[in-house]
């Protein structure tokens, strides 16, 4: 998924929009009655941006009827829908004992506060990026200003929370379900680095007083093949970004196929497999069936969550 900046009526706001599906005939349809489309068509008010899930892409002016807001300017955003979260450099993080660090100076072998207070945990991986990767950046109340990427769930009252619990159910099934923020002040991407610390225990920190998820706790198996020196940091940022922009059933399983392979820690398979991730551009064939073993795996795992539910 992409994302585009608009600027209407004098205000801005993110608009994510993926064109996995469309066509001329289909764009034309939804731009013309967008409200037959309002399945595709969200306007998260609460929040203040516009998310097209499909359909419809940004080559048109468009003004959606009800919604009195015209696209009248773009600006590139960068991918969008992205696994990786993270938050800008100043953000505060507590560490045990009462002190705190700005989460850029955080350092791998260091301890962090779990997101209530009970627990230390140690950061294995400081993850890097851009705010571009993730479309803006939101505060879960207006008196803070934004710190997190749009995708990052936060606790809030000892809940987990994010803007979209829709989306974030989806993409991060393992987390589970997210009560929605409501009051959240949100900012456009403007190119700014931000962080994410993957951590031991429960996988959690605080940051600026709000608990935390890394979302992919100590990392697993990409995390040890940057300490066994099979590629670096850099390129576990571009693999969680790579399976982010895959299906979810599909990201479920590579997630699964993480975390298994990280607790197993099987030296000969950290280097085989390793190696065929080390670039896209070596082993490409061995990838895509990877993948498609990702595929089944989260495929296997939703069917036995739904079975689960049904009992």
């Given amino acids: 998924m992409t994302t ?20 001329d005939a289909i764009i034309k349809a939804a731009i013309a009655n967008p409200d037959s489309y309002r399945e595709n068509l969200n306007f998260h008010s609460g929040v203040g941006y516009l998310q097209i899930l499909e359909q419809v892409t940004p080559t048109y002016s468009i003004t959606f009827p009800g919604l009195a807001r015209e696209l009248k300017e773009w600006d590139d955003g960068g991918g969008g829908n992205k696994s990786g979260t993270c938050f800008t450099g100043d953000t505060i993080v507590s560490l045990p004992e009462g002190n705190f660090c700005k989460i850029k100076e955080i350092k791998v072998g260091d ?3 779990n997101y209530n207070g009970t627990k230390s945990n140690k950061v294995t991986l400081v993850e890097t990026s851009t705010d571009n990767n993730y479309g803006g950046l939101y505060s879960p109340h207006r008196e803070h200003k934004p710190f997190a990427t749009l995708n990052h769930p ?4 000892g809940k987990l929370s ?11 099934p393992w987390l589970g379900p997210t009560e929605k923020i409501i009051d959240a002040e949100i900012i456009p991407p403007s190119n700014q680095v931000v962080y994410n610390l993957w951590v031991t225990g429960d996988g959690t920190y605080q940051v600026n007083g709000f608990g935390t998820t890394s979302v992919v706790y100590d990392g697993g198996f990409i995390r040890l093949c940057v300490d066994q020196g099979i ?12 399976f982010a922009s895959a299906s979810t059933t599909t990201s479920y399983g590579a997630y699964l196929c993480n975390k298994f392979l990280g607790w197993a820690d099987i030296k000969i398979i950290n280097r085989a497999l390793g190696t065929i991730y080390r670039d896209d551009i070596q082993y490409p064939i061995l990838q895509a069936i990877s993948s498609r073993v990702f595929t089944i795996v989260g495929a296997i795992a939703n069917l036995i969550k739904h079975l689960f539910n049904r009992v």
């Fill in 4 to 23: 585009k900046t608009f600027y209407a009526d004098g205000n801005s706001g993110v608009l994510a929009i993926g064109t996995y599906s469309a066509n």
């Fill in 111 to 113: 301890y962090v506060l």
């Fill in 154 to 157: 936060l606790y809030i009252n």
């Fill in 162 to 172: 994010s803007l979209d619990p829709a989306h974030s159910s989806a993409r991060y």
């Fill in 231 to 242: 590629f670096p940091s850099s390129r576990a940022s571009e693999l969680l970004i790579k």
